[in-house]
């Protein structure tokens, strides 16, 4: 058996993000989204390369997500 080895890359320039968030618990997923933001940034992700959508609760975002998936606009 042979062991593969991954190299890490934390590069962001040029990525596409696309970020689905739950207005539910504002106050936590509020400061979720903001750690995501500055991360992200950090990491060299462009202001113009983020999509943020909000939806009404959890029960949402899996069909959000797929919509996203099936755009084929988001690494």
Known sequence: MT????ES????????VGIVQARFNEVVCDGL??????ELK???????D????????ALEIPLILQKMAESQQFD
């Open 3 to 6: 062991v593969g080895s991954y």
């Open 50 to 57: 983020v999509l943020h959508v909000s939806v009404p609760g």
């Open 33 to 38: 989204r903001n750690a995501c933001l500055a």
């Open 42 to 48: 950090k990491l060299g992700v462009a202001d113009e």
């Open 9 to 16: 890359n934390f590069s962001g320039e040029g990525l596409r």
